[in-house]
């Protein structure tokens, strides 16, 4: 009897350690498909991993870090950031940003509900204007060319971050 009852404990000590162990690799999935400030999902082309006051997340853009930073009195530190032509990670500190452009990073229906379940139009969005990274100078003057916008190196990045 007791033979039985010890292997009818280890089976469900294995059970629960596999569904801790599937909850767990499911949560750190769903981290990196949706943005740990709002919410979001990631663009591909538009990817940051950010650290805002000591706390390290997968990011749907610069802009979403840079507003989170700025509305947390906290400091930004850009870990990587996808360069938007190839979707690679690349080190933000060689990298050129891409402000205030045509281009929107993070789609959304840009509508809210109000208490009375009566729609209003959305007053801010944390995530634009789209700030986009170009681990090539060239080619971000050309998608300013295109598509509008402001060319800014990593300094001026970061000291958005710190403005009131």
């Avoid at 292997?7 to 000590?13: G, K, P």
């Avoid at 959305?122 to 060239?138: N, V, Y």
Wanted: glycine share 6%.
């Amino acid at each position: 009897m007791a033979k039985k009852a010890s292997i009818y404990s280890t089976l469900v000590l294995i059970v629960v350690a596999g569904l801790f162990a599937g909850g767990y690799l499911l949560m750190n999935r769903r981290s990196r498909m949706e943005c740990g400030f709002c919410r979001r999902q990631i663009n591909a082309k538009a990817h940051v991993v950010a650290e805002v006051g000591g706390r390290r997340r997968d990011v749907c853009c610069t802009h979403c870090a840079v507003t989170e930073a700025r509305q947390e009195k906290k400091s930004l530190r850009l870990i990587a950031v996808t360069d938007y032509p190839t979707g690679k990670l690349v080190s933000p500190e060689g990298a050129w940003f891409v402000e205030d452009s045509r281009v929107i990073a993070c789609q959304h229906d840009m509508s809210k509900m109000d208490e009375s379940k009566h729609m209003e139009q959305l007053a801010f969005d944390r995530c634009s204007p789209g700030t986009f990274a170009f681990s090539d100078r060239k080619a971000a003057e050309a998608f300013v060319d295109q598509n509008g916008g402001v060319l800014r190196s990593l300094p001026e990045v970061l000291a958005e971050a710190e403005q009131q």
